[in-house]
């Protein structure tokens, strides 16, 4: 079973920046999809970056042009460069599969833009 920890998130004011780093156990991670999630308070998880094993991203329309999804396969990492930050992306962030049934979620990390 691959376990995730996610980092990087923390209190930023609105237009600031984050990276948040997600690092996967397991040598099978390179070959997935893997996606950026986030869950914003009494709202359902949503998926808003992925990006292919051979690097092809996709955004939601709220993040695109903001935000960079980034992984590095021989550190089992995935990134999300954050930036321009708004009030809106406050949420808790989770890294997992894409297109399969994901693997056990991580405890995620808090993002909190607010002045």
């Known amino acids: 079973q691959v376990q995730l920890v996610e980092s990087g998130g923390g209190l930023v004011q609105p237009g600031g920046s984050l990276r948040l780093s997600c690092a996967a156990s397991g040598s099978i991670f390179m070959i997935y999809v893997m996606g950026w999630y986030r869950q914003a308070p009494g709202k359902q998880r949503e998926l808003v970056a992925r990006?292919?094993?051979?690097?092809?991203?996709n955004y939601v329309d709220s993040v695109k042009g903001r935000f960079t999804i980034s992984r590095d396969n021989a550190k089992n990492t995935v990134y999300l460069q954050m930036n321009s930050l708004k009030p809106d992306d406050t949420a808790v962030y989770y890294c997992?599969?894409?297109?399969?049934?994901?693997w056990g979620w991580g405890q995620g990390t808090l993002v909190t833009v607010s002045s």
């Open positions: 997992n599969r894409v297109g399969q049934s994901p």
């Open positions: 990006i292919s094993s051979g690097g092809i991203t």
